[in-house]
């Protein structure tokens, strides 16, 4: 079945040392986007990917950094977690940027 | 740009018929629903593009008023799975916004037997 994966699941990371969260989709689609979501909130967008044109929001912190290698893969970096930034992180990707987003099952970062 | 949704939350017995309300204070080029359940990932209900369309499927259906910058989910003859916290997404018209979407707060709701 053609979906939206993302690794891992669960991420622990210490104040300061930076993480890595993975995405990848099956569906071949143009646009890949993160999210970040905090407890009783809703989604807030960091960045997307049109293909390859990268597009950050004005809001997101210099800590937050994207990558796409490929088609297939997304990376959020984060260069020195915060308290403040233990949140569930969410990958979503859409065939162009006025369709349906598909959102992968998230990862839950945990910052101690 | 983070839409308005109303109410925060709903209490609801099977079968009862509940609204989900959504507005924004820009000129919005689509609306997005989604259902989130506790710990995982939004699931995609539905889109309803500018023009004024109503869409549904099985006892889920949504407007979307251009005019007023308005969308409302009604959710009819509730089950127990509808349970969960509803998103409106909304993607403003015109500009370097487009395919941003801006989430609402959501709206818990709790359907029970």
């Known amino acids: 079945d053609a979906m939206v994966i993302q690794n891992p699941r669960y991420q622990v990371t210490q104040f300061g040392k930076p993480v890595t969260l993975s995405c990848s989709q099956t569906l071949n689609h143009n646009v890949m986007y993160w999210y970040q979501q905090k407890s009783s909130q809703a989604p807030k967008l960091l960045f997307h990917?049109?293909?390859?044109?990268?597009?950050n929001e004005a809001d997101t912190p210099d800590n937050f950094q994207s990558r796409r290698p490929n088609t297939s893969f997304c990376f959020l970096d984060i260069r020195s977690p915060g308290l403040g930034d233990a949140a569930m992180y969410l990958c979503?990707?859409?065939?162009?940027?006025?369709?349906?987003?598909?959102f992968g099952p998230g990862t839950r970062l945990l910052v101690l | 740009q983070q839409p308005v949704q109303s109410p925060q939350a709903v209490i609801l017995r099977e079968g009862e018929d509940a609204v989900i309300n959504c507005s924004s204070s820009?000129?919005?080029?689509?609306v997005h629903w989604y259902r989130q359940k506790h710990g995982e990932a939004p699931v995609f209900l539905m889109i309803l593009l500018k023009g004024g369309e109503q869409k549904g499927h099985d006892k889920i259906s949504a407007s979307f008023n251009e005019k007023k910058q308005q969308s409302s989910l009604y959710l009819t003859a509730s089950q127990l799975s509808y349970s969960g916290t509803y998103f409106c997404g909304t993607e403003i018209a015109g500009g370097s916004t487009l395919g941003r979407l801006y989430f609402g707060r959501g709206t818990q709701l709790t359907v029970w037997p």
């Open positions: 820009k000129a919005l080029y689509s």
């Open positions: 990917y049109y293909d390859k044109d990268f597009n």
């Open positions: 979503a990707t859409s065939g162009d940027r006025i369709e349906t987003q598909y």
